[in-house]
């Protein structure tokens, strides 16, 4: 792909480095055995237990449907497990084995940052990280 020109759009800006981040996970993460969308929905359940699947499937950018079905997947593999919690509710919970498939899926998406970062310095990193944090916030504050 062509570089953009130096005035491009920050948020073409954005979504190329999104796209291009996006194909090094899934090429990384393939290697220890998880797909994107596994790897952030185990990522999610490890952070946050209990959430519901339409929370979840917002947490991850996908449609309730679609969690649903990576759920299935998880369970299948051995990696997550569905515990009922209180009431009616149902906790979706990583295994012993969905934390060591997630620590691998961790590692690999380690390497893509850090490949992705590689020609900036610590303080450009940590500028680009407060920077787009900023803008996430007047986003979603709008």
Not at 6 to 28: E, H, I, M, N
Request: glycine share 10%.
């Amino acid at each position: 792909m062509a570089d953009f020109l130096p005035y491009a759009s920050l948020g073409l800006l954005v979504k190329r480095a999104q796209q291009a981040f996006r194909v090094a996970l899934d090429a990384s993460l393939a290697g220890a055995g998880l797909t994107t969308a596994q790897y952030a929905t185990m990522t999610a359940v490890a952070e946050e237990p209990g959430l519901s699947n339409a929370d979840l499937a917002r947490r991850v950018f996908v449609t309730p449907q679609t969690v649903h079905g990576v759920v299935r997947g998880l369970e299948g593999a051995g990696w997550v497990e569905r515990v009922r919690g209180e009431g009616r509710t149902v906790e979706i919970r990583l295994t012993d084995a969905g934390r060591a498939a997630l620590d691998q899926g961790h590692l690999a998406a380690a390497d893509v940052e850090r490949r992705m970062t590689s020609g900036l310095s610590p303080a450009k990193v940590e500028a680009t990280r407060t920077a787009l944090l900023e803008c996430c916030r007047a986003l979603e504050a709008a």
